[in-house]
């Protein structure tokens, strides 16, 4: 079993920034794709960024964040800047083990919190 831990979250000025994190366990992360999930109260669940060769983004967040990822740390980041209010949410790591689009393993998530 995989276990992902996010870090990072907190309160933040709107246009401020902030560097999330998710460290996972085992031996074949370099091997998955790793996506950053958000979910606002009252809203369903997105994809924010995903990267397994490649990074891919919401259109919501291209420009502002960035994802990118350390295999020998088992380490994703998020880089969030030119934060805005609706970008507060909770934000999830999860791990796609085969590329096929279903992300089996997935972190508690971590606040992020941006104030206008």
């Known amino acids: 079993q995989v276990q992902l831990v996010e870090s990072g979250g907190g309160l933040v000025q709107a246009g401020g920034s902030l560097r999330l994190s998710c460290t996972s366990s085992g031996t074949l992360f370099s091997t998955y794709i790793m996506g950053w999930f958000r979910q606002a109260p009252g809203k369903q669940r997105e994809l924010v960024a995903s990267?397994?060769?490649?990074?891919n983004y919401a259109e919501s967040v291209k420009g502002r964040f960035t994802i990118s990822r350390d295999n020998t740390k088992n380490t994703v980041h998020l880089q969030m800047n030119s934060l805005k209010s609706e970008d507060t949410a909770v934000y999830y790591c999860a791990a796609d083990r085969y590329g096929w689009g279903r992300y089996e393993y997935w972190g508690r998530g971590t606040q992020v919190t941006v104030s206008s």
């Open positions: 990267i397994g060769v490649s990074a």
